[in-house]
T-cell receptor, first 113, second 114 residues
Framework: KAGVTQTPRYLIKTRGQQVTLSCSPISGHRSVSWYQQTPGQGLQFLFEYFSETQRNKGNFPGRFSGRQFSNSRSEMNVSTLELGDSALYLC????????????FGPGTRLTVL | AQSVTQPDIHITVSEGASLELRCNYSYGATPYLFWYVQSPGQGLQLLLKYFSGDTLVQGIKGFEAEFKRSQSSFNLRKPSVHWSDAAEYFCAVGHPGGGNKLTFGTGTQLKVEL
């Protein structure tokens, strides 16, 4: 079974631009969660989608948004990029509706200049 | 608010030595508990999990962890470390009834000396 895939793996943007990251979950998994990882703040939960509905949301500004499609693939969008948005963005998928057991993708490394 | 504390930022052990990584959590009830490992440039790999029942859980790569309710701890152990275990280790709590949101600790960077 193929794992969680994320595209692109690396991205360089400039301040003020917007960016869209993509995540394809493990086949059959209906839950997709997104996390931001930075050296200063560590791993922080952004949001979770389940069956195309946002089920949980972390404490991030409205510039961070996401969506999930009927095939469970998910995208997250960051508008008006700031230098502090530079991070590794990790996507995780799950086939359980609770319990939090998740499988992570390799991440997208976003650099904002 | 829920929180996870990993008091050791860096740990260095010799290959073949035993390992214990500490994790303490703050949560209103018994959470779901996880240990993940991250190698450089990689995503997170699940080592083991605790939901309920037997407080000593076995994971992959020879790791085990023990849940101690009285100490709000979930420490990770390995009897004999291999050089390939060098990586960053994260403890995380899940929230029963709260979907799949995980709250992570700050991580422990493990270095293995040959």
């Amino acid at each position: 079974k193929a794992g969680v895939t994320q595209t692109p793996r690396y991205l360089i943007k400039t301040r003020g631009q917007q960016v869209t990251l993509s995540c394809s979950p493990i086949s059959g998994h209906r839950s997709v969660s997104w996390y931001q990882q930075t050296p200063g703040q560590g791993l922080q939960f952004l949001f979770e989608y389940f069956s195309e509905t946002q089920r949980n949301k972390g404490n991030f500004p409205g510039r961070f948004s996401g969506r999930q499609f009927s095939n469970s693939r998910s995208e997250m969008n960051v508008s008006t990029l700031e230098l502090g948005d530079s991070a590794l963005y990790l996507c995780a998928s799950s086939d359980s509706t609770t319990r939090g057991e998740q499988f992570f993708g390799p991440g997208t490394r976003l650099t904002v200049l | 608010a829920q929180s996870v504390t990993q008091p050791d930022i860096h740990i260095t052990v010799s290959e073949g030595a035993s390992l214990e990584l500490r994790c303490n959590y703050s949560y209103g009830a018994t959470p779901y508990l996880f240990w993940y490992v991250q190698s450089p440039g990689q995503g997170l790999q699940l080592l083991l999990k605790y939901f309920s029942g037997d407080t000593l859980v076995q994971g992959i790569k020879g790791f085990e962890a023990e849940f101690k309710r009285s100490q709000s701890s979930f420490n990770l152990r390995k009897p004999s470390v291999h050089w390939s275990d060098a990586a960053e280790y994260f403890c995380a709590v899940g929230h029963p009834g709260g979907g799949n949101k995980l709250t992570f600790g700050t991580g422990t960077q493990l270095k293995v000396e040959l």
